[in-house]
């Protein structure tokens, strides 16, 4: 005999919310509403309000100065550094994590999450703890004649730490939902390791992938703590976009700073914007096949 769904709550497909009364939903909604203007879009407006606030001129005066450029164009080249770096990083580890059993594995996994757990503000003083003019590392890297603290490779090197995880931990738990069946097959149909990984790994994990390089992204270029403590901060030298927007505001030059921060937070919109893209376009590929 057939149960009616009616009797069968937890086996219906209509969502729990959709049972509460209407002014309920219109709270909740309301509440979120709230809490996204105040918290999100309201700081948002007075960061480009302020920047745009002395006018066009100022605003584009203030990001072409020689010491904006320089901040500008070292937050891209450490951004175009560490990304790649990451993406490889996080390739290798995902496939070795999700895809294969050896003994350490949980403690790889352990020590991927580890800058989540660690301050940025430690992160750096661990690093001018191991490079500074009393680390341990300086008399072997002085052979080398390459300047880590208070140059550019010292704030690759901390960047790089605090990014580590963002794409390595988008791609386990995608590769681990997948399986090995994919990969498995391949191989018994005469594919290399080599194949299998361009051919079916690299291409079931692609929307993965792309997302977790905007998230490296958009925290190598907003990274402010571990960079502060190892950059030294020289104007036009080892000052990154966040680092400039600190020295101008302490300075009192409101509009050139928040012109500055206008740019960081363009970039945090960007990110959005294509974040929300890839969860769309992953969706709509989900539901082409049949999922």
Known sequence: M???????????????LLSEPLWVRIILLLLALLFLGSFLLLPLLVVFGEALSQGVTVYLAALTTPDALAAIRLTLLTAAIVVPCNMVFGLAAAWCIAKFRFPGRGLLTTLIDLPFSVSPVVAGLIFMLMFGAQGWLTPWIQTFHVKIVFAVPGIVLVTLFVTVPFIARELIPLMEEQGVDDEE??????????????????????????????????RAMGEFGAVSVISGHIRGSTNTMPLHVEILYNEYEFAAAFAVASLLALLALVTLAVKTYLQWHYRKQLRAMGH
């Open 185 to 218: 097959s391949a191989i018994m149909l005469g594919a290399s390791g080599w194949q299998t990984f361009w051919r079916v790994t690299l291409p079931n994990v692609r929307w993965g992938l792309m997302y977790g390089v905007l998230l490296c992204n958009a």
């Open 2 to 16: 057939r149960v009616p769904s009616s009797e069968m709550p937890f086996l219906s497909n209509r969502s729990p």
